[in-house]
């Protein structure tokens, strides 16, 4: 594979095939204003003008276009041959994500839709494709609306406060892979540190009556549980007890600072023909929660969080390489964090993979949409559910979060149908996994949920203590001039985070630049207020972990540890001993 693709790696480690093509790289590009295309069969003969690096959106640096006026309608084409080992199986063209929808055709045949911008689809092309050049052309379509999920990307022509220039079209890698007659579609592992197993179901893509399951787990390169089995069902559970190595040894346990993992690979087969094999990874690891505690495999675990929307300064949205991916999840433990709030985006899947790899939590969050309709709770529902099924897997995630600071809800303090929806989120989530906390409405006018989870940027720990001194003034507080929970909702006692606070900037000269309260002059200024709000909370005997705003600067929002490009502001060092309890 040539070392000029961009972003070369496997997409989806937790969910790898040995016999792939990546397909980034330079594509033909045509924006589509008028949405003309159709209608003259741009996806048939039809040269386009431009050029764009996938998978670098095209208001991007990294894309060659770099142009950020509104363009809601986009077309990419490329040609492509199969590799001759190829032939002979069935052929499955992958999307990580479009942002919003997207309308596939190989050779000039319709291959299917897709919407939500966040999440992968695929689609089986092999009966589309020849023994010679292929061509796949791709519509992509991302109107400025607000029923659709956002997150940080603005709806208007310039950014503002705390959203950011947009993400459109094809933003994920792009690939091509094989299977036989029979394709593994899914697989979903349950760990169970209690029982000392794990569950694995297997969804496969079509019945096939008495396939034959091989399904190999091992530790650190030594086989841990070798079995084969037949599956009478297009979906099947089985369950795979995990012994120790000696009598002494637990089970290897999944922390923070220790990301045990154990590898996993199934085949698929029938009569001595492999239809597929695919590779993938667990982690034993439980979350819980006991009475206003949260347990790490049935130890409390104090989470110390960074927030992390994951945006870079040439490449929005799409990170620009592995090595920046795991260079933020490096920097975050280094700053003294164990895990981080991936806010407003659902992020790579190499990032989740890094995480569980090195050893940090991370709290899954949904991106918000802005306008509460029928169409928003839709569009929402949908991408929260393939949200849920793609990172099922990974042990570093500990925490759903479907909602925040109620946005697209504006009204849920009151409103019954807003309500409704949030508990239908978090019901949803629940039904699908059962094995994670969740945050329903983070920040504020919360309803029900596992946690309660707050935001405030009050500024200094002094004042932090006389609002939040006992369980009786943290019920009392508002939050930005906001009711703590719902009207009809109430504490029940779970364990109290502060999921958002600090946000400390450095004064610039630039007018549009922003952080929380008043901006600091120099970096002994930023450690006095950063040292009394963080041991402020931390002292708080009520408070169980905290979220710090942020990791990074993102465009005109200053308030981050490390600028827009990775440049660290303050000691490393400082940070890591103020977020470890060394007050100085």
Known sequence: MSNNIPRKEYPRPDFERNEWLNLNGEWDFEFDDSNI???????????????????????????????????????YKRSFKLPEDFWGKRIFLNFGAVDYYAKVWVNGELAGTHKGGYVPFKFDITKFLTNGINSVVVKAEDRYECVQPRGKQYWKHKPDRCWYTPTSGIWQTVWLETTGKVAIDRIKLTPDIDRRNVLVEIFLDSYVYEVELS???CYDERIVSNIKTVLYERISKVTVDLREEDFIDEVH??????????DVELKLEKDSVVFDTVKSYFGMRKISVKGDQIMLNNRPYYQRLVLDQGYWKDSLLTPPSDEAIRFDIEMSKKFGFNGARKHQKIEDPRYYYWADKLGLLVWGEMPSAYYFND????????????FIKRDYNHPCIVTWVPLNESWGVRNIYI???????????????KALDNTRLISVNDGWEQIDGDI???????????????RYSNIEKVLESDPSWRMLYCEGSRYNGQPILITEYGGIAFKDKSSESWGYNDMVKDKKSFFERYSSITSAIRNMPIIRGYCYTQLTDVQQEVNGLMTEDRKVKVSVEHVSRINNGIFE
């Open 37 to 75: 295309g159709e209608k003259e069969s741009w996806y048939k003969n039809r040269n386009f003008t431009g050029k764009i690096i996938v998978p670098f959106c095209y208001q991007s640096v990294l894309s060659g276009i770099n142009n950020q006026d509104f363009h809601e309608y986009m077309w």
């Open 452 to 466: 309660c989870c707050i935001h405030d940027y009050i500024a200094w720990g002094n004042d932090f203590v006389k």
């Open 375 to 386: 169409e928003e709770v839709e569009n929402l529902t949908c991408e929260w559910i393939e």
């Open 215 to 217: 399904l190999k787990i």
């Open 253 to 262: 346990y999944w922390t923070p600072e220790h990301p045990n993992l154990y």
């Open 415 to 429: 409103n019954k149908h807003q309500q409704s929806f949030a508990r239908s989120l978090y019901y949803i989530a």
